[in-house]
């Protein structure tokens, strides 16, 4: 796909999730990055949204892209809920996104289990000398990076966000953990021993790279 074709999102794609205010804060900040995650988690947004919802605290992401593209919005980008671990500091000044994915994957006897022990059948990124515990992780579909292309061009718009590439966005970052603009992800805030998203998939790097040509 040639990513420098994407435009902002056009909102009418956007599916809007009942979710209550008491699980997000309705404050305004600017906002300087976008975080990437995903879910350890099947399809569908509903497992996400329970878990959350159990959680006392407000742990929570202002959109999850679905495997088909879909981009469910639980909250307005312009407030904010925990999901870097790393306070609110950090979280009130940035907007997540979440992959629905079941993230890293084991190998075993021909088929691929993933984090909670469930047998799947999905396509699968190889990185050969591993990433962050795992070798195999299930690929972010073309759909859901151009989802998420389209939202970081809107969200470049609607906020001044920087869309130029991190090249250190793929393990901790102090940049990123001192609140240096622009797009992000989950492992650039925390260690290997607790989180593996998003992984460095060559088509993500690809549409990333590209996003400083788009209009």
């Not at 074709?5 to 056009?10: A, M, R």
């Amino acid at each position: 796909m040639n990513w420098t074709e994407l435009k902002p999102l056009n909102l009418s794609k956007i599916k809007m999730v009942d979710y209550p205010s008491s699980k997000y804060f309705e404050e305004v900040y600017d906002k300087k990055q976008i975080v990437l995650h995903h879910t350890c988690s099947g399809p569908g947004v509903r497992g996400d949204l329970d878990t959350w919802l159990m959680n006392p605290h407000r742990v929570a992401t202002c959109i999850i892209i679905d495997r088909d593209g879909t981009p469910n919005q639980m909250f307005s980008s312009k407030y904010w809920g925990y999901h870097t671990g790393k306070g609110a500091r950090i979280d009130k000044a940035s907007i997540a996104i979440e992959f629905d994915s079941w993230g890293g994957l084991n190998l075993k006897n021909g088929n691929f289990y993933a984090t909670y022990g469930n047998k799947v059948n999905v396509p699968t990124t190889h990185y050969a000398n591993g990433f962050r515990g795992y070798e195999y992780y299930e690929s972010y579909t073309d759909e859901q990076i151009q989802t998420a292309g389209e939202l970081i061009l809107f969200w470049r718009d609607r906020y001044g966000i920087s869309t130029d590439y991190n090249s250190d966005m793929w393990d901790i970052s102090d940049r990123a953990l001192t609140g240096s603009g622009g797009i992000w992800t989950h492992v650039s805030y925390r260690p290997a021993s607790d989180k593996q998203d998003c992984h460095p998939q060559p088509s993500l790097i690809e549409m990333i790279k590209s996003l400083h040509l788009c209009k």
